[in-house]
T-cell receptor
Framework: GAVVSQHPSRVICKSGTSVKIECRSLDFQATTMFWYRQFPKQSLMLMATSNEGSKATYEQGVEKDKFLINHASLTLSTLTVTSAHPEDSSFYIC??????????FGPGTRLTVT | GDSVTQMEGPVTLSEEAFLTINCTYTATGYPSLFWYVQYPGEGLQLLLKATKADDKGSNKGFEATYRKETTSFHLEKGSVQVSDSAVYFCALQNSGYSTLTFGKGTMLLVSP
């Protein structure tokens, strides 16, 4: 089956620094990837849609200058949280879409900003 | 707009009990419906799906039937195990669109 990986699985960073999260589709090519944020005991909130070779489409209320998304290849999308603050601490999950529009999810990245 | 409503949890059951987690949806068009499962500290895994009315999705003993007349996609399992303890998300994907709309999730806790 389709496998999506994320790296790192956990990261702790100091307030004001930036952190990059990678999302890779391991055995298929994904023109489209999605980035979600999940708060404790809550559902997934779609942050942005990442399209290979073009700019990401951000959902309303998501700061595109703070959450930089790059989809440089058909198997890799990155999310960079710039100038992170404690309120950015969250669980970030990516998904990658197959040619048949099925989404496969990564295992998630736990970000803690101190 | 599209929306998914799930029963609130946690749902607490003893091992081998029957499980039902209710899910109803509102959507324009003819959506595909999904159940995802999230184990503690992990991402989401697709549990089952149905793409049209009256389809039944099934996997690992779980079942859900796409009911267009009641706009529902309830998740059922005849005999739960401790290892089924997780959060279950109902979701829809409208035809022609990539994005998924998720319910708020229902936590299932199964005790021995």
């Amino acid at each position: 089956g389709a496998v999506v990986s994320q790296h790192p699985s956990r990261v702790i960073c100091k307030s004001g620094t930036s952190v990059k999260i990678e999302c890779r589709s391991l055995d298929f090519q994904a023109t489209t990837m999605f980035w979600y944020r999940q708060f404790p005991k809550q559902s997934l909130m779609l942050m942005a849609t990442s399209n290979e070779g073009s700019k990401a489409t951000y959902e309303q209320g998501v700061e595109k200058d703070k959450f930089l998304i790059n989809h440089a290849s058909l198997t890799l999308s990155t999310l960079t949280v710039t100038s992170a603050h404690p309120e950015d601490s969250s669980f970030y999950i990516c998904s990658a879409e197959t040619e048949t529009y099925e989404q496969y999810f990564g295992p998630g990245t736990r970000l803690t900003v101190t | 707009g599209d929306s998914v409503t799930q029963m609130e949890g946690p749902v607490t059951l003893s091992e081998e009990a029957f499980l039902t987690i209710n899910c109803t949806y509102t959507a324009t068009g003819y959506p595909s419906l999904f159940w995802y499962v999230q184990y503690p500290g992990e991402g989401l895994q697709l549990l089952l799906k149905a793409t049209k009315a009256d389809d039944k999705g099934s996997n690992k003993g779980f079942e859900a039937t796409y009911r267009k007349e009641t706009t529902s996609f309830h998740l059922e399992k005849g005999s739960v195990q401790v290892s089924d303890s997780a959060v279950y998300f109902c979701a829809l994907q409208n035809s022609g669109y990539s994005t998924l709309t998720f319910g708020k999730g229902t936590m299932l806790l199964v005790s021995p």
